[in-house]
Nanobody, 119 residues
Framework: VQLVESGGGLVQPGGSLRLSCAAS????????MRWYRQAPGKEREWIAA????????HYADSVKGRFTISRDNAKNTVYLQMNSLKPEDTAVYYC?????????????WGQGTQVTVSS
């Protein structure tokens, strides 16, 4: 199982970035995909989720209206489009794959990609 994030970097406030997370080694299209982030000295924070068929995305209040999660099941990839970035969005961003099957949970994490919002 592998989740590989990419697309992070340094951006000015108000700018945009698009993160990607390429998945392999599991049935990607059957998993809920989620993005989390962790800022220095803070706990990991859930920010967005999308179900297996791409419908009903959900967002944390901190990113609602600015971030958009999407997925391409043909490419086994989930995306996070981040607009109107703020310095407080600076964090390591992680993608997560989750599924519960017959009472057992499967939970996979990527290694993270750094996003820094600064002028």
């Amino acid at each position: 199982v592998q989740l590989v994030e990419s697309g992070g970097g340094l951006v000015q406030p108000g700018g945009s970035l698009r993160l990607s997370c390429a998945a392999s080694g599991f049935a990607f299209s059957t998993y809920v995909m989620r993005w989390y982030r962790q800022a220095p000295g803070k706990e990991r924070e859930w920010i967005a989720a999308i179900i297996s068929d791409g419908g009903a995305p959900h967002y944390a209040d901190s990113v609602k209206g600015r971030f958009t999660i999407s997925r391409d099941n043909a490419k086994n990839t989930v995306y996070l489009q981040m607009n109107s970035l703020k310095p407080e969005d600076t964090a390591v961003y992680y993608c997560n794959a989750w599924r519960a099957i017959q009472g057992r949970e499967y939970n996979y994490w990527g290694q993270g990609t750094q996003v820094t919002v600064s002028s």
